[in-house]
């Protein structure tokens, strides 16, 4: 999920757990670069108990993993996820890295940043830019637009989007508690996109998945081919996930699985 995402699905961990201290205070308080430590109450979300791929995590009825393509893009995302989005088979985040093999996932800690989270900020090479809405005045002096990507892509340096991966409250807190992202500049998703996310209900139409809002900010920022391959991959996790839950197999191809699989026959062979 993302900062521009509510979360409602039945089953899942209450998204006022970690504030009420009730699952991973430990995990949210613990910095290091293992991964953290698990919650003390384990996770029963629904479909806890399906028989899943250990690939791509889907149930094994609809694996995604015969759709899975890669893709070149010059920006690259980061994804700074709350602990407990590590345990939702539906998070979406992780689709991301089986598209783009610069993604780079690092948990969100309040007390300290992920060590090498911390050592990427100060390169050079990079200009990154925390994605948040421009909704409140206190770091008004930090939103620039899309525009600011692409001047970084005539520098011959390297567009980030840092996405902070979880409920909306969840991402709130991520981005206020955080003071080694204060210097960064915010950059606002604008779009009429609405979302297609079927496995969680929105409290808007307007709030997108993660997956999604990664596919916005790469093709405004012009990595059309890219934005276009996670988009239909995206639509494919989508259809494979809904369909498993009512316990029915995809027999025939959609039109992203075919465009996806296309892409695989049309991929020069590595050798």
Avoid at 114 to 134: C, E, G, W
Avoid at 180 to 209: F, I, M, N, Q
Wanted: charged letters at 25%; proline letters at 7%; aromatic letters at 8%.
């Amino acid at each position: 999920m993302s900062a521009f995402e509510s979360s409602a699905d039945k089953g899942s961990i209450d998204k006022d757990c970690v504030d009420k201290g009730c699952v991973d205070k430990d995990c949210v308080n613990t910095p290091s670069n293992e991964h953290p430590r698990p919650p003390r109450r384990e996770f029963k979300a629904r479909g806890s108990f399906v028989t899943r791929c250990e690939g791509c995590n889907l149930p094994a009825l609809n694996c995604l993993c015969p759709y899975q393509v890669k893709a070149e893009s010059v920006a690259q995302v980061w994804l700074l996820t709350h602990p407990i989005e590590h345990y939702k088979p539906t998070n979406t985040g992780r689709l991301i890295g089986d598209v783009l093999s610069e993604t780079r996932i690092f948990t969100w800690y309040r007390t300290a940043p992920d060590a090498q989270l911390a050592a990427l900020l100060k390169d050079p090479r990079y200009v990154p830019f925390v994605i948040f809405p421009d909704d409140q005045p206190d770091y008004a002096d930090r939103v620039v637009g899309i525009e600011a990507v692409h001047a970084a892509k005539a520098q011959a340096r390297i567009p980030v989007f840092i996405i902070l991966d979880g409920t909306w409250r969840q991402a709130r807190r991520m981005f206020r508690k955080s003071a080694y992202l204060d210097a960064l500049p915010v950059l606002p998703l604008s779009t009429e996109r609405e979302t297609r996310y079927r496995l969680r209900k929105p409290a808007s139409k307007s709030h997108l998945c993660t997956a999604e809002v990664a596919i916005e900010l790469l093709r405004q920022g012009g990595d059309t081919v890219a934005a276009d391959v996670l988009d239909d991959y995206f639509e494919v996790f989508n259809d494979s996930y809904a369909a498993s839950r009512l316990h029915h197999r995809i027999d025939s191809p959609t039109a992203a699985m075919r465009r996806l699989l296309a892409q695989q026959e049309a991929a020069p062979i590595e050798i």
